[in-house]
T-cell receptor, first 114, second 115 residues
Framework: NAGVTQTPKFQVLKTGQSMTLQCAQD?????MYWYRQDPGMGLRLIYYSASEGTTDKGEVPNGYNVSRLNKREFSLRLESAAPSQTSVYFC?????????????FGPGTRLTVL | SQKIEQNSEALNIQEGKTATLTCNYTNYSPAYLQWYRQDPGRGPVFLLLIRENEKEKRKERLKVTFDTTLKQSLFHITASQPADSATYLCALDGNSGGGADGLTFGKGTHLIIQP
C-alpha cells in the first residue's frame, strides 16, 4: 500500500498561473482533505470531501477549488496563483473508527509563487 | 474564537529523560484529541488519540492525558531518544464530533533530544 500520494513534490509558479495538485489514496477511505502549512501558522484546512461526490469549504478556501474525481482521488486547483499561496500543501484521508477520524497524510507539495 | 496553543519554543531534553509537551485549547468542546509527529520535509504521522471521557492513554513509551476541565492535554515521551526529535502536533476535532470535517491543529512543539 502506497497510502496517500501527492504530485508534484515541488512546483514554482508565476503570479497568475494556474495549476492542479493531485492526490490519491489506496486505503479505501471515504473522507479526504487538503491542508496548507505555513511557518508560524500551523496546518489549516482548505477544503474537504466527506464522501465521493461531496466537497465543502474549510477554514481558508479562497483562491482554491477542488474536485473529488472518485473515491481515490481528490485534486486541488489554483486558478490564478498569488504569492500568498506559497506554502506546503498536504492531502490527507481518513475513515471513521469508533467515531473519530484519524488522518493519514501524504508527503506534501512545496509550492512557490513568484 | 477557537484557539489551540502549544509551546512555541523548542523543547530541549536530555536523552533518557521524560519529555512533556503541552496542548491547551479554548472555546472548544472536542470529543477527541489527537497527537501527531512531523519530521522535516514530511507529512504528519498519527501517534495517539484520546477521547473526552478518557483521562489517560498509553502506547509503548508514549502517554497522553486529557483534562476537559482544564482544557489541556499533556503528551509524555519516557526514556527519550535522539530519534524522538521532531515536531509534535496536537489536533482537535472541533465541535462537530469525530473530525469528519477536518481537524484543527496547533502550531506544534519542536522537540530536541540531546545525546
Amino acid at each position: 500500500n502506497a497510502g496517500v500520494t501527492q504530485t508534484p513534490k515541488f512546483q514554482v509558479l508565476k503570479t497568475g498561473q494556474s495549476m492542479t495538485l493531485q492526490c490519491a489514496q489506496d486505503m479505501n477511505h471515504n473522507s479526504m482533505y487538503w491542508y496548507r502549512q505555513d511557518p508560524g501558522m500551523g496546518l489549516r484546512l482548505i477544503y474537504y470531501s466527506a464522501s465521493e461526490g461531496t466537497t465543502d469549504k474549510g477554514e481558508v478556501p479562497n483562491g482554491y477549488n477542488v474536485s473529488r474525481l472518485n473515491k481515490r482521488e481528490f485534486s486541488l486547483r489554483l486558478e490564478s496563483a498569488a504569492p500568498s499561496q506559497t506554502s506546503v500543501y498536504f492531502c490527507a484521508s481518513s475513515e471513521a473508527v469508533g467515531g473519530s477520524h484519524t488522518q493519514y497524510f501524504g508527503p506534501g507539495t512545496r509550492l512557490t509563487v513568484l | 474564537s477557537q484557539k489551540i496553543e502549544q509551546n512555541s519554543e523548542a523543547l530541549n531534553i536530555q536523552e533518557g529523560k521524560t519529555a512533556t509537551l503541552t496542548c491547551n485549547y479554548t472555546n472548544y468542546s472536542p470529543a477527541y484529541l489527537q497527537w501527531y509527529r512531523q519530521d522535516p520535509g514530511r507529512g504528519p504521522v498519527f501517534l495517539l488519540l484520546i477521547r473526552e471521557n478518557e483521562k489517560e492513554k498509553r502506547k509503548e513509551r508514549l502517554k497522553v492525558t486529557f483534562d476537559t476541565t482544564l482544557k489541556q492535554s499533556l503528551f509524555h515521551i519516557t526514556a527519550s531518544q535522539p530519534a524522538d526529535s521532531a515536531t509534535y502536533l496536537c489536533a482537535l476535532d472541533g465541535n462537530s464530533g469525530g473530525g469528519a470535517d477536518g481537524l484543527t491543529f496547533g502550531k506544534g512543539t519542536h522537540l530536541i533530544i540531546q545525546p
